[in-house]
Structures are given as C-alpha cells and as structure tokens.
C-alpha cells in the first residue's frame, strides 16, 4: 500500500474513534440527565423500569453482530480495492468504497435487528 492511502486509512480510524468516544458519552450523559428528571418527578414505576431495561438488553445483546458486521464489510472493501486499478494519489475510490461498505454493514444490522424485534 502507498504511504498516502495508509496515512489515510489511520487518520480515519482516529477520526472514528474520536466521534464513537463522543457519542458514546454524550449518550451516556442525556440519558443519565433523563432518568435523573424522571425519578424526581416521579414517573418512574415498573413499567418504565422494564421498558429501560429491555431497551438496554436489546442494544447489548445485538453489539457484537453490529462490530462484527462493519469489520467483516470494511474489510471486504479493502480487498475489492487490491483487484480494482486506480491512482492512489488522486482517486477518492478506496474512501467512497470504503464508506459504501461500512455503511452496508450497518443497514444489514439495522434489517437484521429490525426483524428480530418484529418477532
């Protein structure tokens, strides 16, 4: 591999890090925010406790199939680009394949979830 592409593929791998860690603490903050407001007003009851915890169960059950798949769709990318000629330091292929792949991953997961929970 070029040294550009592989410059590249780290300063992406930063970047998705970086945004995951945000997110994930963001999300860890909002809904720490929204139980807290729910017990002092008094909305929590056994019902909602439940519907927490499902939701919970859900997202934890199903997150290493979700890594699983955008690892596995990633690197089929990367592979297809070792068979396709392109010119690494002008071409925005690997990137656009790349991010098609990945973003395949994640619709596979989302049906795949989806159809679990409708069942």
């Known amino acids: 591999m070029s040294h550009h592409f ?3 593929i780290a300063a992406i791998g930063i970047l998705t890090v970086i945004w995951t860690g945000i997110y994930y603490a963001i999300r860890a903050i909002t809904e720490y ?3 807290k407001k729910m017990i002092e007003k008094g909305y929590v009851d056994e019902e909602s406790q439940a ?3 499902k939701e919970q169960a859900i997202s934890s059950r199903y997150a ?3 890594w699983g798949l955008i690892i596995f769709c990633a690197g089929l990318s990367l592979i297809l680009l070792e068979f396709i000629p392109y010119s690494i ?3 925005p292929l690997p ?3 790349i991010a098609i792949f990945v ?3 994640f619709l596979i997961y989302y049906y795949l979830v ?3 929970i409708e069942q």
């Open 33 to 35: 925010i929204l139980k």
């Open 103 to 105: 973003a395949g991953g």
């Open 89 to 91: 330091e002008q071409s």
């Open 64 to 66: 290493s199939l979700k």
């Open 51 to 53: 519907l927490f915890k």
């Open 114 to 116: 989806k159809s679990k």
């Open 6 to 8: 592989t410059e590249a």
């Open 95 to 97: 990137f656009g394949l």
